[in-house]
């Protein structure tokens, strides 16, 4: 049974860190491209950043540029992927999802490609 299961979320004031961690077990999503999005209360989901299958190629949206940074890796077989966040801002506040799209192995922000998501974590910024 394919599962995305998201962590790391929580309450931090601006100018904080968090970092987000995906573990995807059940189909094998090293070979994936895999996403991160997020949706702000009241507002549509949006794309926040993306890896390839490698980790070698990641593109990120512009207002999270520089400060967001999105990877991936492997532990005792189970795949991860993470999304370090610094300098935090109250309008980085929302629910941040993990993606994946098993037809893909190159980065994309393409959020209807994705067919494999997770439950979401919450992500709060305070000023």
């Known amino acids: 049974q394919a599962r995305l299961v998201e962590s790391g979320g929580g309450l931090v004031q601006a100018g904080g860190s968090l970092r987000l961690s995906c573990e995807a077990s059940?189909?094998?999503?090293?070979?994936?491209?895999m996403a991160w999005f997020r949706q702000g209360q009241g507002k549509e989901r949006e794309f926040v950043a993306a890896i390839s299958w490698s980790g070698i190629t990641d593109i990120h949206s512009h207002s999270v540029k520089g400060r967001f940074t999105i990877f991936r890796d492997v532990i005792d077989n189970t795949a991860y992927l993470r999304l370090q966040m610094n300098n935090l801002k109250p309008e980085d506040t929302g629910v941040y999802y993990c993606a994946a799209d098993s037809q893909a192995a190159a980065a994309h922000a393409e959020q209807e490609r994705y067919d494999y998501w997770g439950q979401g974590t919450q992500v709060t910024v305070s000023t």
């Open positions: 059940g189909l094998p999503f090293s070979r994936y491209a």
